[in-house]
């Protein structure tokens, strides 16, 4: 019961109910939504139903939970990759009051709460400063726009670990603000940071990424090098996820019509070619970039 999850950086996903309301740029091309489609479910927008499951789907976290227990190894869980837990929904709070005592019930499994609507973070869950330190809260930030909206959401709680999911990443950021100034390496959270009083506004992690899909918006690799920098700079944990459908190629060929060729602040331009997610990888200069928080054993 290792990894049951294809996404790079979880070792599992649990969703405690199916479907979602688009709110931002990123969610154009929302993968989920066309999985939820293929599989014949129509439960994306306002005044369509959500998905919602069993009791035997709610025991899953239990099972792993004693799986990363009897191993000694703690696991992450991505919740939810088919929803947004915050959704303003009153058909859903019954299912939010469910999902926090198994957080709670759950130790050896860190919790993963990723959403685009950190606003309603503070009135739908039960902690004010006592958060539970297997939690690690994210936004997902696509360009500055939605950087300067909703961080300042996410760092008011005083989550053991907050993250930024930056994918689809649209635009250049700059983080500073969040960032703490002259850090040099990762620091172990639970050792700097008593949970239940973490003070600072700073993020911890940085997931960054390109779109999937044969529609998707090609990622500038100066957006994503500056990314890696900013978070080198500050000791902040980066983890490089994907070019997504678009990547970079060795220039040198004349530009075919399949090519998008980007300006750079070099001056020198970058020819980006549809290659299609596997084939473009996850390399960014050479290399991957696998960090993630480091955090004290339980
Ligand atoms: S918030 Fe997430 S799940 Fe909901 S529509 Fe947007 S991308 Fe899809």
Known sequence: MGKNSSIEWTHHTFNPWW????????????YAEAWAKRVGEDIWGRRAPRRFFSEKHWQEPLKW???????????????????????????????RTKLWPVIEE????DW???????????????WKMNWPSNIWLGTTVENQRYADERIPHLVSHAAACRFLSC???????????????????SRKLADVYPFAARKDNFVDWIIAGGESGSSARPMHPDWARNL??????????????????WSPIEHGNEATRRQLILES???????ME??????????????????FPIRAAA
Do not use: Y
Not at 106 to 109: A, C, G, I, V
Not at 228 to 245: E, I, T
Not at 265 to 271: E, L, M, Y
Not at 276 to 281: E, S
């Open 19 to 30: 479907g979602c309301e688009k709110v931002s740029q990123a969610c154009k091309f929302c």
């Open 65 to 95: 939970n004693a799986s990363a227990a009897k191993d000694k190894e703690r696991r992450r869980v991505f919740c939810a990759s088919m929803a947004d837990v915050f959704e303003k929904r009153a058909d859903l709070d019954a299912w």
């Open 106 to 109: 759950t130790p050896w499994l």
């Open 112 to 126: 993963l709460l990723l959403t685009k609507r950190p606003e309603n973070i503070g009135g739908m869950v039960p």
């Open 167 to 185: 994918e689809p990443l649209l635009g250049a950021l700059d983080l500073a603000k969040w960032f703490p100034i002259g850090r040099i390496r």
């Open 228 to 245: 890696r920098d900013q978070c080198a700079k500050s000791g902040v944990a980066f983890h490089f996820k994907q070019w997504g459908h």
């Open 265 to 271: 602040a070099t001056g020198k331009p970058v020819v």
């Open 274 to 291: 549809p290659l299609g997610k596997k084939a473009a990888g996850r390399l960014l200069d050479g290399r991957t970039w696998d960090q």
